[in-house]
Structure formats: structure tokens, C-alpha cells
């Protein structure tokens, strides 16, 4: 298919897969079993400039947007999602701050996201607050100088690796969602502990921790734009993060169906490549017919925001939707495909199945997300009355 | 520290054929890439030029073509690139090769550092790093595993040898050639591949390095391949008869006598 890519976005994909090829995909069984995080690939990553893509020229990124990122998820995710959502929770934990942030935060924490020496980290969801995220208890008291923190964050992506937080919180708890503010905060800063590391069923090498605040202060100037709009940023970075997750999805989905292709060329029974079989072929054409049709959706969606659109909240979610769910029932069938080979722990194929069951959960689950399409469905129709 | 890392392109792939009527190899169809072994002496050129300072120059004798492996050599670090072109250089044995090699890293002068691949994966003789290294008349350590310390115009590294390791010190300028214990070399970046898009790539004819005619090329050679071939490969097959015990009680004696077991 012709995307119409830029001479450098084909670059950055073409980079993007060398480097899940050649440095992943030797080291994704391991990784996977012993839940280890991929340092060593994160660096890889940063030499390479891939963390740079999704920043803009100033900060020391090139100037690349929605769409860059969603190549360079979609190649890593091919290979290995674990590795690839450690990458993509870096631009989420980094949106916030280069959507709302002032001149001088961006400058302060840019750059280095930017050349890979730190990594991010989106902290919303707490033991109380999941889908409901609106129920956050996480206080910041405005003290002398800055906030106090109290509060636990559940599941968070990057936690422990990550260096820069962006946490969502609550500066007026007696307003609720509305007192809800955006702060960052660094690790190391005293009172601003982990918790324990969370055992996964799949994406295992990437790390998913619990963040504690006791009586953590953070400078005043760790607040992102006003206070009481910490609820609404966070809705609009996961509008510009959900087509990443997308693209995680497709990469999945991809590399399950080109695992299951080459199995199904080799696997003889009844004395003919599986591949021979009227079955077999409808499940392996029903699955590249939705992979492609999820990649490019995706990638419109992407483009879309990358045009500067200004509610994108609907297409967004499509594309979340429809490219993780396209990777839960792919990556389903290309074990189905494999048989009991595609059972075993011996080929890649289990570990993807497990890999996609996230996507449909986070970033807003997709039980939650038709929701919001069909809520702006009713507001767009309202609008044109 | 002004470092030289001499690079080679060679096919990319051990598969190649022998055309039977000119004894060469099938070049054609065949991906071309850096010879492997080059790829650590470039690594370790870039990082001593970051830990010391200086400049890395990269430098190939070869046809046009290898312009493109030159500019993905300053996508990984290279500062700058060489490339060593002339019609007259075609056919070049290892000693035609080191002589031009040489004629060019003289007339780059300011180098302290030679750097090569243990050997390349076509050839394969390992010769061009101390024939390099004799025709510029400065000291040679081969298969260096290490660098150790490089201070006040002295390199002290470790080298692999047959059983075990020697850490030698020598006075720079010097040429090293590198194993791939060394490091792991890095991968290209995106702003080393966009300023390798827009880098001139030097080229240098036979001329330009003030090298003699009958010194490099097939001329210059010392050594003529008269002949490049598969080894024949026979097997005999022999299938086993009678039942497993007895099949298995030959096999056995088979062995044996094949002194296997
Ligand atoms: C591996 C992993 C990494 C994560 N990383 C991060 C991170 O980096 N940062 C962060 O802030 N969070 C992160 N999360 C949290 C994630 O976003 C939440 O798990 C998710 O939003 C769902 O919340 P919940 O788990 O509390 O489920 P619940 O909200 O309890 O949902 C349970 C079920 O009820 C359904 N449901 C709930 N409410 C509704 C509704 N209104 N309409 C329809 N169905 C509904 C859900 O769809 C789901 O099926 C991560 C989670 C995981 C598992």
C-alpha cells in the first residue's frame, strides 16, 4: 500500500525496523521472560535519534509529529510491544508539557527527552480512578513555595525507569475533576517513592509501577499551565496519544500475521503446505484485510492531527478502537493458524496474543472509548441542528 | 587525535557464485555492504574521537559505488570521507591495495591513528592492515581486542592472540586493526543520516594521490588468482539393512572403526 510518506518519514521507519530487527528481536524472548526492561534498547534508540521524532526543531527534536511516532511504535511493536510502549509512554509523559508547558519548562526538560537521556512518564490512573478517572484522590497543597503531594498512582507505564512525571492531581479537592491540575515531578525528588512492580500477562519487559507521594514537595514551577485544567489536558494528551497505541496495535497485528504466513507456507499436513487450505487461507486474508484497513486508519487519524485539526477526540478513539481490537482477534487467529506450535513459548506468537489484550484496556478501555465516539456522534448531530 | 578508518565494500552475503569462465566472483544482484570487520574500526574511531576529541576520516579505495557505504560511515560518526577511484585501481591485490591506501592517508598527513578490520569477508588475508602499516614506516598491532589508554603520543591496547591476551604500548602514529570483541557498533541516527545525504564525499584518482601506475591496480599486484573454485564435495551414502538391534550393532562397529567413538 502507498501511504505517500515523506523521504524522511520513510527514513525513520526504515531506521525504526533495522533496529527492531537487528537489536530486538535476538533479545524479545528473553526480555519477556524475565520481565526485564529494555535498557539497552532504549539507548539504542536514542543514539539513533528516534526519540526526537515527535519533538520539535527548538527542543532539539525534528519537527516531526503524530504520524513519525506511529512509524516508529508500529516497526518496534512488530517485533517486540513492550519495548515499544516504553518508548511510546515517553511522548505520552511529554505531550502535556509541549502542549501547556511555558517556554522555560519546555526548554529545562526537552532536550533531554528529546536525545533519550531521560524518559517519561503519564501518571493518571489511581486504585480508585481507572476508567472513572475523574475520581483521582491525589492531593497537591499549595504550600509556600510550591505543592505538597499525597496519594498513590496505580499502573503506571515508565514507572521506576522514568525520570520526568507528569501527574495528574488534585490542587482543589472540594471542586473535583474541575480542581484537577497537571504538575511534573522528578525522580529523586524526597517523598516520591515506588511501589511495587506489577506482574504482567503480557508487554512483561516493559515496567508498570506504582507511584507513592508522602508529603512530596515540588517547586511552583512544576505546575503545567492553570491550576483546574489538569482534567481537561489530560483528555486532549490522550486524544494525541491513542493513534500510538493504535499504531502498537498494527504492528502487533502485522507481525503476527507475517509470523503466521510463514508458518503456514512451511507446516506440512496431509501431505500440503497448511497454507494449501481453504480455511487457512480465509483466516490469513481476514486477517491482512483488517491489518491494513486498522494501519490505515491509523495513519489518517495521525495526519489528521498532524494537520492542525482541533477536535480529533472521535477519530482518535477509532482508531484505538479498531486497531487494538483488529490485534487482539489477529494475533487469536495467527495462534490458531500455528496450532499447537502457536501455543508454545518456543515461538513468538503466544507472547504477541498476550501482548494484544493491553491495547484494548489502556489509554481509555474500548468499552469506554465507543462511548465517547457515540457521545460526539450525538454532539455533532446537536451541532448541526 | 586525528583518526583514518579504512573501509572495504564487499558483497553482502557468503552465498556468491564463481563465474566459471573468468573465475571471479558474481557480483551482480548481490547487496553490497560494509565489510563487517570495518564496521568495529569505525566504532572505535568514533569513540575515541568522542572521549579525545579530532576527527574521523573514513577512506576507501573502490568503484563508485561505494560512495554509498561511505556516506552511511559518516551516518555513524565519520567526520569525513575518502574515496579512492580510478579505473587504473581495478584488479588490486592486497599490496596494490596498501600501497594506495597509503599513498592516501600520506597525503592526508595529520592522521596519528590508522584503524582496519582484522580482514575482510571476501578476501579474506588480513594482509592490508600490516602491509598499510609497513608502507607508511610506522608501527603495527594486529587483532587489538582493546584500547587501553591513548595518552602524550603513546596507545597502549590489548590484543587477542592464540591463547590469551598481550597488552602492547606503541608510539602513534600507528595502525591498528580491531576484532569484533572490541564493541558493538552503533546504528546509523537520523541526523548523522541527514548530514550523511548532504556530505561531499572527496574522490581521489590515481593523480590526485601522486601514486604510480605500476604500482597499483592489476599492474601493481604482486599475486594473480588463476583460479577460484568450490572444493568437491563427495559424500557416500550408505544405508543400513536389517533389523534395528542389527542396524543399530553396525552402526556401532562403523563408528569404531571410523575411530568416532
Ligand atoms: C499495563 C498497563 C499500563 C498502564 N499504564 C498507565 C499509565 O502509564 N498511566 C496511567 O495513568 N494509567 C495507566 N494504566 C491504567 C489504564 O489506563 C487503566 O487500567 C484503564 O483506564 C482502565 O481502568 P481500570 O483498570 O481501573 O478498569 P475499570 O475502570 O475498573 O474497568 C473495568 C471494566 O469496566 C468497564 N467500564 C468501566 N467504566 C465504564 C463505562 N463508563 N462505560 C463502559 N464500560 C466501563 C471497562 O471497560 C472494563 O471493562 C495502565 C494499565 C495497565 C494494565
Known amino acids: 500500500m502507498e501511504y505517500l510518506l515523506s523521504e524522511q518519514q520513510k527514513t525513520i521507519q526504515g531506521l525504526a525496523r533495522r533496529i ?39 527542543y532539539e527534536g525534528l519537527g516531526g509529529g503524530c504520524l513519525d511516532l506511529c512509524l516508529v511504535v508500529e ?30 519548562q519546555k526548554r529545562k526538560y526537552l532536550p533531554d527527552i528529546a536525545a533519550g537521556k531521560k524518559l517519561a512518564a503519564f501518571a493518571l490512573t489511581e486504585p480508585t480512578a481507572g476508567s472513572d478517572a475523574g475520581a483521582i484522590k491525589t492531593t497537591a497543597k499549595k504550600v509556600d513555595g510550591g505543592y505538597v503531594l499525597n496519594g498513590t498512582k496505580q499502573f503506571i507505564t515508565n514507572g521506576g525507569e522514568a525520570e520526568l512525571y507528569t501527574l495528574i492531581i488534585l490542587t482543589d479537592p472540594s471542586r473535583g475533576a474541575r480542581g484537577a491540575s497537571a504538575v511534573l515531578v522528578e525522580k529523586g525528588t524526597p517523598g516520591f517513592l515506588f511501589g511495587k512492580k506489577e506482574k504482567k500477562m503480557g508487554i512483561r519487559a516493559s515496567a508498570t509501577r506504582e507511584l507513592v507521594f508522602q508529603n512530596c514537595l515540588i517547586p511552583e514551577q512544576n505546575l503545567i499551565g492553570r491550576e483546574g485544567m489538569g482534567f481537561l489536558m489530560a ?18 497485528a502485522q507481525g503476527a500475521l507475517d509470523t503466521a504466513v510463514d508458518y503456514a507456507r512451511q507446516r506440512i499436513q496431509f501431505g500440503h503446505p497448511i497454507i494449501a487450505l481453504p480455511v487457512i487461507q480465509d483466516k490469513l486474508a481476514d486477517m491482512a484485510i483488517q491489518v491494513e484497513a486498522a494501519r490505515a486508519l491509523t495513519y489518517a487519524v495521525a495526519r489528521t492531527i498532524d494537520s492542525g485539526a482541533k477536535n480529533f477526540t472521535a477519530e482518535s478513539s477509532m482508531s484505538k478502537v479498531f486497531a487494538s481490537d ?3 482477534k489477529v494475533t487469536t487467529e495467527a495462534v490458531q493458524v500455528m496450532g499447537g506450535a502457536g501455543y508454545m513459548r518456543d515461538y513468538p506468537i503466544e507472547k504477541m496474543m498476550r501482548d494484544a489484550k493491553i491495547t484494548q484496556i489502556y489509554e481509555g478501555t474500548n468499552e469506554v472509548l465507543r462511548g465517547t465516539i457515540a457521545a460526539e456522534l450525538r454532539k455533532r448531530k446537536t451541532k448541526r441542528e | 587525535m586525528n583518526i583514518i578508518v579504512c573501509l572495504k565494500q564487499v558483497p553482502g552475503t ?30 572505535e574511531g568514533v569513540r575515541i574521537k568522542e572521549k579525545h576529541g579530532g576527527k574521523v576520516t573514513a577512506i576507501s579505495m573502490g568503484p563508485p559505488q561505494a560512495e554509498e557505504m561511505l556516506r552511511e560511515a559518516i551516518s555513524t560518526g565519520a567526520d569525513e570521507a575518502i574515496l579512492l577511484s580510478d579505473r587504473s585501481f581495478a584488479g588490486a591485490d592486497t599490496l596494490a591495495t596498501s ?19 582484522r580482514q575482510t569477508i571476501d578476501g579474506d588475508t588480513g594482509q592490508v592492515g600490516p602491509e598499510l602499516a609497513e608502507m607508511l614506516g610506522i608501527p603495527f598491532i594486529a587483532y587489538v581486542s582493546r584500547i587501553e589508554e591513548i595518552n602524550n603520543g603513546r596507545i597502549r591496547v590489548q590484543r587477542l592472540v592464540e591463547d590469551g591476551h598481550e597488552i602492547i604500548e606503541s608510539t602513534l602514529p600507528a595502525v591498528i586493526t580491531v576484532v569484533k570483541e572490541i564493541n558493538t557498533p552503533r546504528l546509523p541516527s537520523l541526523r548523522g543520516m541527514s548530514k550523511a545525504k548532504s556530505a561531499v564525499i572527496t574522490t581521489w584518482t590515481a593523480q590526485e594521490i601522486g601514486a604510480d601506475k605500476e604500482m597499483v591496480g592489476l599492474s601493481g599486484s604482486a599475486t594473480r588468482v588463476i583460479k577460484i573454485f568450490f572444493p568437491q564435495r563427495v559424500r557416500h551414502g550408505e544405508m543400513l539393512q536389517g533389523s534395528p538391534e542389527s542396524q543399530a550393532a553396525s552402526l556401532i562397529d562403523k563408528l569404531r572403526q571410523a575411530k568416532l567413538i
Open chain 1, 326 to 328: 483488529t490485534a487482539m
Open chain 1, 75 to 104: 516497526e518496534i511493536s512488530r517485533v517486540c510491544s513492550a519495548v515499544a510502549i516504553s518508548y511510546a509512554a515517553t511522548a505520552l509523559g511529554s505531550f502535556a508539557l509541549l502542549e501547556y508547558g511555558t517556554e522555560e
Open chain 1, 20 to 58: 527492531a530487527e537487528e537489536r530486538i528481536l535476538p533479545v524479545r524472548a528473553e526480555l519477556d521472560e524475565k520481565e526485564e526492561f529494555p535498557w539497552a534498547i532504549m539507548k539504542d534508540l536514542a543514539e539513533s535519534d528516534l526519540f526526537r521524532v515527535f519533538l520539535p526543531e527548538a
Open chain 1, 235 to 252: 483528555m486532549k494528551v490522550f486524544d494525541r496519544s491513542r493513534p500510538g497505541i493504535a499504531a502498537q496495535a498494527v504492528g502487533l
Open chain 2, 14 to 43: 557468503t552465498k556468491v557464485s564463481i563465474d566459471p569462465q573468468t573465475n571471479t566472483l558474481v557480483r551482480q544482484g548481490i547487496k553490497n555492504i560494509v565489510n563487517p570487520f570495518d564496521t568495529y574500526a569505525l566504532e
Open chain 2, 99 to 117: 600501497y594506495t591506501l597509503a599513498r592516501a592517508i600520506n597525503k592526508i598527513k595529520e592522521d596519528n591513528l590508522v584503524i582496519c578490520g
